[in-house]
Nanobody, 125 residues
């Protein structure tokens, strides 16, 4: 059974950086499209970034070049490097994976069958 475990969240001041990691186990990492979503208190979950098996990536508009998604197949890990963090980025960040995401649905949480437990990111002003 595929499992995802995130790490790297924490408290950071505005303008700071964090790197989130998500390790996939129980499956062949290279087969999966992996994505990051986030959910702030009182808000719906929203798409952040995605990277597929071909290392093609896409980002939400609000990222504005501040975040970078990458993956290391040798470590079964997907990363989210976040720079220039703003208080509005405060949320629980979760990684997701699927072996059958179609291109047009890559930003939709319903397209992913496997989820991690999430890691809290708090950005202070």
């Amino acid at each position: 059974q595929v499992q995802l475990v995130e790490s790297g969240g924490g408290l950071v001041q505005a303008g700071g950086s964090l790197r989130l990691s998500c390790v996939l186990s129980g499956g062949t990492f290279g087969r999966y499209t992996t994505a990051w979503f986030r959910q702030a208190p009182g808000k719906e979950r929203e798409f952040v970034a995605v990277s597929n098996r071909y290392r093609q990536s896409a980002y939400a508009n609000f990222v504005k070049g501040r975040f970078t998604i990458s993956r290391d197949n040798s470590k079964n890990t997907v990363y989210l490097q976040m720079n220039g963090l703003e208080p509005e980025d405060t949320a629980v960040y979760s990684c997701a994976a699927s072996s059958s995401v179609i291109f047009s649905a890559r930003h939709m949480s319903a397209a992913y069958g496997y989820w991690g437990q999430g890691t809290q990111v708090t950005v202070s002003s």
